[in-house]
């Protein structure tokens, strides 16, 4: 049987319960504003993690662009997420914010931390792709939690429409910022 949670718990106990899928802890720090600043330290820790699980990225310079990336991404994707879930496919009970998107989507990057153990050799692919999907099952937790959802197949469906609207728009910045193709002489 679960424990009675506090309130607000502690902030390695938040990620935690958030790597361990708990929508209680989804619930909570949709709840709490004051969880917008440990949201964006759990993405911090997760691109630092990844960056150094790549083994090929430790460097300061490095770990300030998988820092950049992953925040700019963060709320990105937060904001279309809200566009999507609230405005395009919202639930009978729907009712959310940008900032519980941010918050809820922030702690859903705690799986992965994990990729920090990508620096084991040989593991290291399995480690990232272990980390890959159980980020997009918290990130499926947080979107139905966040956006007030019955169901898991509407988070999933936000969730889908969301990496495909990301998809469409990364195909159409590279294709406006590659170098054109050198012709063969």
């Given at each position: 049987m679960e424990q009675?949670?506090?309130?607000?718990?502690?902030?390695?106990?938040?990620?935690?319960?958030?790597a361990k899928l708990e929508t209680a802890l989804y619930e909570e720090v949709e709840a709490d504003p004051a969880a917008l600043g440990q949201a964006m330290v759990v993405v911090l820790l997760a691109s630092v993690s990844a960056s150094v699980g790549s083994a090929g990225g430790t460097g300061i310079g490095a770990l300030v662009?998988?820092?950049?990336?992953?925040?700019?991404?963060?709320?990105?994707?937060?904001a279309l997420?809200?566009?999507?879930?609230?405005?395009?496919?919202?639930?009978?009970?729907?009712?959310?914010?940008?900032?519980?998107?941010?918050?809820?989507?922030?702690f859903a990057a705690a799986p992965g931390c994990?990729?920090?153990?990508?620096?084991?050799?040989v593991v290291g692919v399995v480690v990232f792709f272990v980390a890959v999907v159980w980020e997009l099952m918290a990130m499926v937790v947080a979107v139905r939690q966040a956006l007030d959802y019955d169901?898991?197949?509407?988070?999933?469906?936000?969730?889908?429409?969301?990496?495909?609207?990301?998809?469409?728009v990364l195909g159409i910045l590279l294709s406006l910022f590659s170098p054109p193709p050198v012709a063969a002489a």
């Open positions: 009675p949670r506090p309130e607000r718990s502690g902030f390695v106990e938040r990620i935690v319960r958030a662009t998988f820092a950049g990336v992953a925040l700019a991404a963060w709320y990105i994707w937060a997420i809200y566009f999507i879930g609230t405005r395009l496919l919202p639930g009978p009970r729907t009712e959310a914010d940008v900032g519980q998107l941010l918050r809820t989507i922030g994990v990729r920090v153990l990508g620096v084991i050799p169901s898991t197949g509407r988070a999933i469906g936000v969730c889908a429409v969301g990496w495909l609207v990301q998809l469409v």
